[in-house]
């Protein structure tokens, strides 16, 4: 697992651009009793059913901070939970959606 860095946040901005989840995760931040793991799997969900010719680029977003032994994409549901779980722990995921999301907007 690494930290969160600005190559990541451009990368979920691109996806998220090129999507039409803008909306849908939009208004997951908006929703403040949400925790960031229910954000982060909102904000996944969001972009693979917005354009799901983005999926394998989603899936090498997260696998490069998971940085597990196993593909994100190749997980169970429950480990994938873990790993969302693990990267909320790690991170400050509000504040990198955030920036991510005022990124995809202005680009």
């Given at each position: 697992?690494?930290?969160i ?7 979920l ?30 904000v ?39 790993a ?10 509000m ?8 990124l995809?907007?202005?680009?």
């Amino acid at each position: 697992m690494r930290k969160i860095i600005l190559k990541d946040a451009f990368a979920l901005s691109r996806i998220i651009k090129g999507s039409n989840a803008l909306a849908d995760i939009l208004k997951a931040y908006q929703d403040r009793g949400m925790t960031d793991e229910e954000r982060g799997v909102i904000v996944v969900q969001a972009l693979i059913y917005g354009l799901p010719e983005q999926e394998q680029q989603i899936y090498d977003l997260l696998d490069g901070i998971y940085q597990g032994a196993k593909s994100i994409g190749d997980m169970t549901l429950e480990e994938s939970a873990k790993a969302f779980k693990e990267i909320a722990e790690e991170n400050d995921l509000m504040a990198f959606f955030t920036r991510a999301l005022k990124l995809a907007q202005r680009i």
